[in-house]
């Protein structure tokens, strides 16, 4: 019975301790990876189930600290949300106009 009781102990606290994962999403940066993370985000966002897809924090280095600041505006179970909102600001930001070409040549 001991065997039995030290047993069924072990295996709660296993699934307390699995149940306490804590879960961080770390967003490193290069040249275009910001805009590539937004897109591997939102399948993960769309594939994976809630559970799986959640996290407890998030950090990011340069264009991944872009990304980090877009998902945390979002509570957690949004993250579908928070997916779709990251991929639009980089298909918007793909598709601005940083400078205007005049006649007489670059902006003056």
Do not use: P
């Not at 804590?22 to 559970?51: F, N, P, R, W």
């Not at 264009?63 to 979002?74: C, E, F, I, T, W």
């Not at 600001?89 to 601005?96: H, R, V």
Request: glycine share 8%; charged share 20%.
């Amino acid at each position: 019975m001991a065997k039995f009781a030290a047993a069924f102990a072990l295996g709660m606290m296993a699934q307390v301790a699995q149940a306490e994962k804590c879960y961080v999403l770390a967003l490193s940066s290069g040249e275009e990876s910001a805009a590539y993370q937004a897109g591997v985000i939102k399948g993960l966002a769309e594939t994976l189930d809630m559970h799986e897809r959640s996290y407890d924090a998030i950090s990011g280095v340069q264009g991944g600290a872009v990304n980090a600041v877009l998902l945390s505006a979002y509570e957690k179970g949004d993250e579908v949300a928070a997916a779709d909102r990251l991929k639009t600001f980089w298909d918007n930001a793909a598709n601005t106009t940083l400078y205007k070409s005049w006649r007489a040549g670059v902006v003056q």
